[in-house]
């Protein structure tokens, strides 16, 4: 007997961010097929409206701040705050997702408000914001993108009770503390101490670990520490909060004081007392009310997908995972790339296609991966660091400079900067690439295209860089290389 269906697409996407929407576009592209996503918040998702797009909104005037503040001849006199803030209320529409549909609907795909879990195969109940439940049918596959959420689950005392921001909070704040501290040290941290105390905050970062970005190379996070201790950032590294006590814990909403001052008991040193907590220890991957139990998958954790994003351990290959709620690369531009390659699969399936093309395989996952953290200065990388690629068994050779070239001091004055390439000395192919600086990240493309295309440095020689650009670093890499290759 077969169950009620309310209505049936070929495609079906749980979460309406960047990867749903890209796997959705890509599933029905230049065909008959139709496609719906469902979206329990705003279509746009955490990208649009919490994440990427407010903290780049946030960080951006300060950094334009520091360039004028380093060009002879240019008058700076600082941010605006109001002005700051209503530019990223802008970029983030007010909270209202009413372009964001326009495009959905746009795209042939029809954009269905609500909370949906899987009830079994290729189908979808709905809560719709009224109460009312659908049924929804797929005919093809069911595309998973919830993503993540931010985490509070650390054994402190009083952590919770004291109602500490996320970085939902932080990025859309409201008004700035006085006085903030920041439990973390990872990307999210850092840049939130960054725009924090540019716009007027004293902060105090506390690291249980032993360095700021541990996944990237350790002179860049040297790098960054400098940068937030020059900025007034008191940095705490291998301390941990003890305890946590608030007077007059309450939600006022996001961006808002969550109650009187914070007062921090840590393992080490003083107790310290802000107006605002901060907590930036982790994410959560956001599939404890999916109705994943249905399909013998377990509620609460990542899932695990293969290359084409198909997720292990359902037959039937008709349900995918991409973007941060699979865990393999949590970052927006790998979401929207991991969708496009199962948008891809999707298709070829529904078509009776072979799988035999590479843009079915979502291998740049593995070791092509680039991001860029956008404190002061800047750290861009891509690929494997030195001691990953050591772990991997390559024949691992590197090369550093510092990014002094005529288009560096040209760009400001005392442009401070470093440059590191990790090389596979037995094919002569880079392997990773980290930049330090000002505005590196938009250096990083090169290198992304140099290790996924896998060419030889030899060749790298003939790619000349447009003089005078700071890309000129290029240049002085391959030849420290080659000096170092002559002398050994």
């Not at 169950?3 to 209505?7: K, M, P, T």
């Not at 960054?194 to 007027?200: H, N, Q, S």
């Not at 060749?459 to 650009?469: C, S």
């Given at each position: 007997m077969t ?5 049936e697409?070929d495609v079906?996407?749980?979460?309406g961010?960047p990867?749903?929407e890209n796997?959705?576009a ?7 097929r139709?496609a719906?996503?469902v979206e329990?918040?705003l279509?746009g ?11 780049k ?9 520091a360039?004028a503040?380093?060009?002879?001849g240019v ?5 605006d ?8 209320d802008r970029?983030?529409?007010n909270h209202?997702d009413?372009?964001q549909v326009?495009w959905?609907?746009?795209?042939g795909?029809?954009?269905?408000r ?12 709905v809560?719709q914001?009224d109460?009312t439940?659908?049924t929804?049918?797929a005919r093809?596959?069911v595309?998973?993108a919830?993503g993540t959420?931010a985490?509070l689950?650390a054994?402190v005392?009083?952590l919770r009770?004291?109602?500490p921001w ?7 704040l409201?008004t700035?503390?006085p ?13 939130a101490a ?7 905050a004293?902060v105090?970062l506390?690291v ?6 541990p996944r990237a ?8 520490l ?6 007034g950032?008191d940095?705490r590294?291998?301390t941990?909060p003890a305890a946590?006590s608030r007077?007059?814990p ?6 808002d004081?969550h109650?009187g ?11 310290v007392?802000?107006d605002?907590l ?5 994410r959560s991957?956001a599939?404890?009310s999916?109705?994943l139990e249905?399909v013998?998958?377990?509620p609460?954790?990542y899932?695990?997908?293969d290359?084409q994003l ?6 039937g290959?008709w349900l995918?995972?991409?973007?941060d709620?699979?865990n393999r690369?949590p970052?927006?531009?790998m979401?929207?790339y991991q969708a496009?390659?199962?948008g891809d699969?999707?298709?070829?399936r ?13 291998s740049a ?7 860029v953290v956008?404190?002061n200065?800047e750290v861009?990388?891509?690929g494997?660091?030195?001691d990953?690629?050591r772990?991997?068994?390559h024949?691992?050779e590197t ?5 002094a070239v005529?288009?560096?001091a040209?760009s400001?004055?005392g442009?401070?900067g470093?440059?590191k390439l990790?090389i596979?000395?037995a094919t ?8 330090v600086?000002p505005e590196?990240?938009e250096q990083?493309?090169a290198?992304?295209i140099a290790?996924v ?5 030899e ?11 700071v890309?000129?670093f ?9 000096e170092?290759s002559?002398t050994?």
């Open positions: 169950s009620h269906v309310d209505a697409y079906i996407v749980i979460g961010g990867a749903g796997a959705a890509f599933a029905i592209a230049g065909s008959s139709t719906a996503i329990h918040e279509f998702g955490e990208c649009s409206y919490w994440a990427c797009i407010p903290s909104a946030l960080l951006r005037p300060g950094a334009v701040l360039e503040k380093a060009m002879p008058d700076a006199t600082g941010l705050l109001a002005a700051v803030l209503a530019r990223r970029f983030v529409h209202d009413e372009n326009e959905v609907e746009s795209a795909i029809t954009p269905i609500g909370s949906a879990r899987l009830t079994g195969e290729r189908t979808v109940a809560t914001p109460g439940t659908t929804l049918r093809q596959a595309v998973i919830t959420t985490t689950d054994p005392p009083g009770e004291a109602l996320t970085s939902r909070d932080a990025t859309n409201k700035v503390p006085r903030v501290a920041i439990l973390g040290g990872g990307v999210v941290a850092c840049e960054t725009w924090l105390t540019e716009l007027g004293h105090t506390i249980r670990g032993e360095r700021l970005l190379e350790p002179f860049a996070s040297e790098w960054v400098n940068g937030l201790s020059k900025a950032v940095v590294l291998h941990k946590i007077i007059n309450q939600d006022n909403g996001i961006g004081l109650g001052k914070v007062t921090l008991t840590l393992s080490k040193g003083e107790p007392e802000v605002e901060v907590v930036a220890i982790g991957p599939t404890t999916l109705g249905t013998n998958l377990t609460g954790e899932i695990d997908v290359d198909t997720v292990k351990g359902v037959e290959d995918y995972a991409v973007g709620v699979n690369a970052l927006t531009h979401g929207k496009r390659v199962a699969v999707i298709a070829a529904a078509e009776g296609r072979p799988l035999d093309a590479p843009r079915y395989v979502a996952d593995h070791q092509h991966v680039p991001q956008y404190t200065p861009a990388w891509v494997l660091t030195e990953e690629a772990e991997a068994g024949a691992v090369v550093e400079v510092d990014i005529a288009g560096s040209l400001r004055k442009f401070h470093r440059a990790v596979d000395a002569d192919r880079l392997l990773g690439a980290t930049f600086g590196t990240g990083l493309h290198a992304t290790i295309g896998q060419v030889p440095l060749t790298l020689w003939h790619a000349i860089p447009a003089f005078p650009t890309s000129e290029w240049l002085r890499l391959l030849e420290a290389r080659r170092k002559e050994t």
